[in-house]
């Protein structure tokens, strides 16, 4: 996939813990080909010398930890906070609070 230097990659589910890691090269952007696009770099000659593409990857690594923070719901009449785990929680008459992932 073609991506600018702004682009978000997300690369792992919600929850994951462990390392995620991108490998990628450069793209020099001068050719027709525009970010979101892909391209096939498995052909002769596809990188390097001429070539809009980099024959050098790199490899981008970071180690991602998830959090466990809980939701909090501000209403007219305050603040109400829950926690993973425990008991759906009314908030006002109608809005009712609670963890979808419990629901499985």
Known sequence: MLLQ???NV??????YTGTSSLSFRAWDESDLNSAGGTVNLTADASTGGISHFSTATAIASTTV?????APLLSTSTGDSAWAAGEAAVAVDPQVNLSNPSDAA
């Open 5 to 7: 230097n702004t682009d």
């Open 10 to 15: 997300r690369s792992k589910q919600c929850g």
């Open 65 to 69: 930890t998830p959090i466990d923070v």
